[in-house]
């Protein structure tokens, strides 16, 4: 199974991103997916999860009202809408495949992982 996490780069602060992560080699509908990130000198982060069929989703405080987990079934793909972007946002934002149909914040519930897309916020 792989993941490969795309849509990220440089944007000034109050701006948006979205980011892709697309997952091959097995089936996407049994899993939730989760997005992390880990920003220079710091731990890896839990940011967002999206469950199985959608129907729940999961978003750290300092996210909330300003990102958005959604999935595409057909395209295997899940997104990560990033609105009113700030330099604390600046990271490396990982997408991982959970190892069951609902999943929370903690990383030992995911068991794949991509290897990650730069989001740097500066103006």
């Known amino acids: 199974l792989q993941l490969v996490e795309s849509g990220g780069g440089l944007v000034q602060p109050g701006g948006s991103l979205r980011l892709s992560c697309e997952v091959s080699?097995?089936?996407?509908?049994?899993?939730?997916i989760g997005w992390f990130r880990q920003a220079p000198g710091k731990e890896r982060e839990f940011v967002a999860s999206i469950s199985w069929n959608g129907d729940t989703t999961n978003y750290a405080d300092s996210v909330k009202g300003r990102f958005t987990i959604s999935r595409d079934y057909g395209k295997s793909t899940v997104y990560l809408q990033m609105n009113n972007l700030t330099s604390e946002d600046t990271a490396i934002y990982l997408c991982?495949?959970?190892?069951?149909?609902?999943?929370?914040?903690?990383?030992?519930?995911?068991?794949?992982w991509g290897r990650g897309t730069q989001v740097t916020v500066s103006s």
């Open positions: 991982a495949v959970a190892r069951g149909p609902y999943s929370g914040s903690s990383q030992s519930n995911y068991q794949y």
């Open positions: 080699g097995s089936t996407l509908e049994d899993y939730a």
